[in-house]
């Protein structure tokens, strides 16, 4: 069985590679289930299992409407309908909102970010029976924060967070967990690269070491494009050792959301990112550890602007496909698509959302109705469409 699995990998690698081409297919769009829809601004959906009930459940922050959110998975009975819903604080221009356990009590808690006026990183968390937010005062009104993720990089004190930003003082940074991580005058900011505006932050172990690195799409400045950064490991870290940059590729692109998996089935992990106007960069990874990059040239007569793209099997024939959100999305546009591979052909291009819907954001994947098909979950900004998940009809 090994020698034709191998063999099979090669022809599909050659696939994808021959043929860059997308192509309209026309489909009807999928049914959408709203989970909330009554405040402004949603931007963005992080996972995670807030409840222990073993079921992922959603956090929002409301760029507008001022407040994050957990939206609570009820399961596949009642998936259709709005969400049981927690407000975990009240804060103004939140852009980033992901759930973590900062103090190791075993419950997951929130850390968000703002932009605007506000520029800080705030940690939402349960005391005495009651949701409190608290900032950072090492990231308080210091730069518009873009992006979080939460890991242990310096081996002590459990999880840090490697956050990123945009607009004046830009950077990709991270903030060093004390020894109590409830003591927050005692969290440490340190650089690790200037930045001009970073739309996504990853964390993947890229050069197979055993650690976390960075990877991030930077969308302004002086170097655009996708890159990683080289995580030099927990001991080189309480050093405060600079972090080794690599280039990925979309340089001198302006780079939205970045996804990461097997695009092409060979086993190496890819590399795709939306950029503007309306493409979808692919990264290939190659043996030697390298990248080959190919253009999708999406059908934009009938699509917005770039926003945010996502890796994952659509309808069930083993090939991993694309989905694609847009911004700008005006008049009879459409705000989200879904791209699938062909074996030996071009991708098609089919609808999914329609034209309702002006300003979408990244994207989650999730068997919400129990068929055993990957539904779709985002958020849309502008037309007040809130948070929602589109059904799957491909079985």
């Given at each position: 069985?090994?020698?034709?699995?191998?063999?099979?990998?090669?022809?599909?690698?050659?696939?994808?590679?021959?043929?860059?081409?997308?192509?309209?297919?026309?489909?009807?769009?999928?049914?959408?289930?709203?989970?909330?829809?009554?405040?402004?601004?949603?931007?963005?959906?992080?996972?995670?299992?807030?409840?222990?009930?073993?079921?992922?459940?959603?956090?929002?922050?409301?760029?507008?409407?001022?407040?994050?959110?957990?939206?609570?998975?009820?399961?596949?009975?009642?998936?259709?309908?709005?969400?049981?819903?927690?407000?975990?604080?009240?804060?103004?221009?939140?852009?980033?909102?992901?759930?973590?356990?900062?103090?190791?009590?075993?419950?997951?808690?929130?850390?968000?970010g703002t932009e605007g006026d506000t520029r800080t990183l705030y940690w939402h968390r349960r005391v005495e029976g009651a949701w409190t937010t608290q900032p950072f005062p090492a990231a308080t009104n210091t730069q518009m924060w873009m992006q979080a993720a939460a890991l242990d990089l310096d081996g002590q004190h459990g999880p840090?967070?490697?956050?990123?930003?945009?607009?004046?003082?830009?950077?990709?940074?991270?903030?060093?967990?004390?020894?109590?991580?409830?003591?927050?005058?005692?969290?440490?900011?340190?650089?690790?690269?200037?930045?001009?505006?970073?739309?996504?932050?990853?964390?993947?172990?890229?050069?197979?070491?055993?650690?976390?690195?960075?990877?991030?799409?930077?969308?302004?400045?002086?170097?655009?494009?996708?890159?990683?950064?080289?995580?030099?490991?927990?001991?080189?870290?309480?050093?405060?050792?600079?972090?080794?940059?690599?280039?990925?590729?979309?340089?001198?692109?302006?780079?939205?959301?970045?996804?990461?998996?097997?695009?092409?089935?060979?086993?190496?992990?890819?590399?795709?990112?939306?950029?503007?106007?309306?493409?979808?960069?692919?990264?290939?990874?190659?043996?030697?550890?390298?990248?080959?990059?190919?253009?999708?040239?999406?059908?934009?007569?009938?699509?917005?602007?770039?926003?945010?793209?996502?890796?994952?099997?659509?309808?069930?024939?083993?090939?991993?496909?694309?989905?694609?959100?847009?911004?700008?999305?005006?008049?009879?546009?459409?705000?989200?698509?879904?791209?699938?591979?062909?074996?030996?052909?071009?991708?098609?291009?089919?609808?999914?959302?329609?034209?309702?819907?002006?300003?979408?954001?990244?994207?989650?994947?999730?068997?919400?109705?129990?068929?055993?098909?990957?539904?779709?979950?985002?958020?849309?900004?502008?037309?007040?469409?809130?948070?929602?998940?589109?059904?799957?009809?491909?079985?």
């Amino acid at each position: 069985m090994r020698p034709n699995l191998f063999l099979a990998a090669l022809c599909f690698t050659a696939s994808v590679m021959a043929d860059d081409s997308v192509i309209l297919a026309p489909e009807a769009p999928w049914n959408r289930h709203t989970i909330d829809n009554t405040s402004r601004g949603a931007d963005g959906v992080k996972l995670g299992d807030l409840n222990k009930d073993g079921l992922p459940d959603i956090v929002t922050g409301w760029e507008e409407g001022g407040v994050v959110r957990v939206y609570l998975n009820p399961g596949a009975a009642k998936a259709c309908e709005p969400w049981p819903q927690v407000t975990m604080g009240e804060v103004k221009n939140v852009e980033e909102a992901i759930f973590t356990d900062l103090d190791g009590d075993g419950e997951l808690e929130i850390v968000s970010g703002t932009e605007g006026d506000t520029r800080t990183l705030y940690w939402h968390r349960r005391v005495e029976g009651a949701w409190t937010t608290q900032p950072f005062p090492a990231a308080t009104n210091t730069q518009m924060w873009m992006q979080a993720a939460a890991l242990d990089l310096d081996g002590q004190h459990g999880p840090d967070l490697l956050v990123a930003s945009k607009s004046k003082d830009a950077t990709v940074s991270w903030l060093q967990a004390p020894q109590k991580a409830d003591d927050l005058k005692a969290w440490s900011l340190h650089k690790l690269r200037d930045a001009g505006w970073v739309m996504s932050l990853n964390v993947h172990d890229m050069d197979g070491d055993g650690d976390a690195d960075a990877v991030f799409s930077d969308r302004k400045g002086e170097r655009t494009g996708v890159f990683w950064l080289e995580n030099p490991g927990a001991a080189a870290n309480r050093e405060y050792v600079p972090w080794k940059e690599h280039a990925i590729g979309g340089l001198g692109k302006q780079v939205m959301f970045v996804d990461l998996g097997d695009v092409n089935g060979d086993g190496l992990m890819d590399v795709a990112v939306a950029a503007k106007p309306v493409e979808i960069v692919l990264c290939l990874r190659k043996a030697d550890g390298g990248w080959e990059e190919h253009e999708l040239k999406l059908k934009g007569e009938n699509l917005g602007d770039a926003k945010a793209v996502k890796i994952v099997h659509v309808n069930g024939d083993k090939l991993p496909d694309l989905l694609f959100t847009c911004e700008n999305a005006r008049g009879k546009l459409e705000g989200i698509v879904w791209l699938e591979q062909q074996s030996g052909g071009p991708w098609q291009q089919h609808t999914l959302g329609g034209p309702e819907g002006l300003k979408y954001d990244l994207m989650q994947t999730l068997d919400l109705d129990g068929d055993g098909d990957l539904d779709v979950i985002t958020c849309e900004e502008r037309d007040q469409l809130g948070v929602f998940w589109y059904e799957n009809p491909h079985k």
